[in-house]
Nanobody
Framework: QVQLVESGGGLVQPGGSLRLSCSAS????????IRWYRQAPGKQRVWVARIIRSGSTSYQDSVKGRFTISRDNAKNTVYLQMTSLKPEDTGIYYCYVPPNSWGQGTQVTVSS
């Protein structure tokens, strides 16, 4: 099981940007699948973005064109660049490595 630590959350105005980081305890180069999830207040945790070992990415429809997931194998870190943020993007963002490695989450609040 890999240990994951998210950072980079905060309060941002609508239309703003944030970059989240997910630092792993070991090398991520060999990890085939790394994902970001988010959980809005009072709602279930939902998948946001995914990057596989080849570098191929996929996104939830609501964030396509606004969010970008990337990985830096040398730093054992996965990023989620978020732009054009909306109030509905508010929530706790979690990094996840299947089958059962979750980070503690980082809070993102989009509000004026």
């Amino acid at each position: 099981q890999v240990q994951l630590v998210e950072s980079g959350g905060g309060l941002v105005q609508p239309g703003g940007s944030l970059r989240l980081s997910c630092s792993a305890s070991g090398t991520i180069a060999s990890i085939p699948d790394i994902r970001w999830y988010r959980q809005a207040p009072g709602k279930q945790r939902v998948w946001v973005a995914r990057i596989i070992r080849s570098g191929s990415t996929s996104y939830q429809d609501s964030v396509k064109g606004r969010f970008t997931i990337s990985r830096d194998n040398a730093k054992n870190t996965v990023y989620l660049q978020m732009t054009s943020l909306k109030p509905e993007d508010t929530g706790i963002y979690y990094c996840y490595v299947p089958p059962n490695s979750w980070g503690q989450g980082t809070q993102v609040t989009v509000s004026s």
